[in-house]
């Protein structure tokens, strides 16, 4: 059974600075999405990684995917307070279900 | 830019009562699933659908059932609402290729 662990589930960050989100599963998969969701509103895609070494970036987003360890990093740099937010991954499992992790709710502190 | 849209956005029904949510996207999309949100537990899939007519069970349909009689249409239904159904439901899609999969709005039910 695929199991999807993000970590942290909160973190709280300056203004400036760079961290990053970790998502692990426990399955084989090649295909991993990145989700933002605001308070109250739906969940908006990020990003699709498809392959193992997928890089892939959005102003100050970067999601990479290493299939081998089966973990995907959300990296955030220079965090500003428009991204905060509750971040998603998700990954499909090998009957086409995409199966979620439980979110990172991230405050970034002006 | 419509892409996927949901019947209601708030709804408010009592125990019992037959519930339904639509969910209809217009991207041609052959997969639509249905998920509920509940705070500390993520999202979790109650059912999907890869076709017209096809139904597959996520990991809670115990209370739900769905309907994909049309291509671009899938709805869930409670057939008798109960208060821990109360919830976020958010409908997706996504196509066969499964790229980018789109979320509606959602659905705040509150069942009393």
């Known amino acids: 059974e695929l199991k999807v662990e993000q970590n942290p589930l909160f973190l709280s960050m300056q203004e400036g600075k760079n961290y990053t989100i970790y998502c692990n599963y426990s399955t084989t998969s090649d295909r991993l999405y990145w989700y933002r969701q605001d308070p109250g509103k739906s969940l908006e895609s990020l990003f699709v990684l498809l392959s193992n070494g997928a890089v892939k970036q959005e102003g100050r987003l970067m999601a990479s995917l290493d299939t081998k360890a089966r973990l995907s990093t959300l990296h955030i740099t220079a965090a500003v307070h428009d991204l905060s937010a509750t971040y998603f991954c998700?990954?499909?499992?090998?009957?086409?279900?995409?199966?979620f992790g439980k979110g990172t709710r991230l405050h970034i502190l002006p | 830019d419509v892409k996927v849209t949901q019947s209601s956005r708030y709804l408010v029904k009592r125990t019992g009562e037959k519930v339904f949510l639509e969910c209809v996207q217009d991207?041609?999309?052959?997969?639509m699933f249905w998920y509920r949100q509940d705070p500390g537990l993520g999202l979790r899939l109650i059912y999907f659908?890869?076709?017209?007519?096809?139904?597959e069970k996520g990991d809670i349909p115990e209370g739900y059932s769905v309907s994909r009689e049309k291509k671009e249409r899938f709805s869930l239904i409670l057939e008798s609402a109960s208060t821990n159904q109360t919830s976020m439901y958010l409908c997706a899609s996504i196509g066969s290729r499964y790229n980018e999969q789109f979320f509606g709005p959602g659905t705040r039910l509150t069942v009393l």
């Open positions: 659908s890869y076709d017209v007519k096809m139904k």
């Open positions: 991207m041609d999309h052959e997969n």
């Open positions: 998700a990954v499909v499992n090998r009957d086409d279900k995409i199966i």
